[in-house]
C-alpha cells in the first residue's frame, strides 16, 4: 500500500498533466455542472492506458537513491509525472 495520500496525490498528478488538456470545453463544463465526473475520468485513464513497473530495495535509503536517480534521467528520460 502507498502510504497515505499518495495514490490521491498520482490521481491529481495525472488529472493534471494528462487528463486535463486532453479534455473539450464541453466536457469541462460537464465537470462543472456534475453531469461528468472528472474522477472517473482519472480512473478510466489509468485502468485504460497506464501501468507500472517496481524494483525491490534494500531499505529506504536505497529505494530513495533509485528514486532520485530516475528524477534526474537515469532511464534515458525525466519522468512525466513527480520530475522533481
Not at 534515458?76 to 509525472?81: A, F, I, K, V
Request: aromatic letters at 8%; hydrophobic letters at 40%; glycine letters at 8%.
Amino acid at each position: 500500500m502507498p502510504p497515505d495520500g499518495a495514490a490521491d496525490q498520482f490521481c491529481i498528478y495525472v488529472a493534471d498533466r494528462l487528463v486535463l488538456p486532453s479534455l473539450t470545453a464541453e466536457q469541462i463544463a460537464d465537470i462543472g455542472y456534475g453531469r461528468l465526473q472528472l474522477d472517473a475520468l482519472v480512473r478510466g485513464y489509468i485502468r485504460d492506458r497506464l501501468a507500472y513497473r517496481f524494483i525491490s530495495a534494500e531499505d529506504g535509503k536505497q529505494a530513495y537513491e533509485v528514486e532520485n536517480a530516475i528524477k534526474r534521467g537515469a532511464l534515458g528520460e525525466r519522468p512525466l509525472l513527480n520530475p522533481a
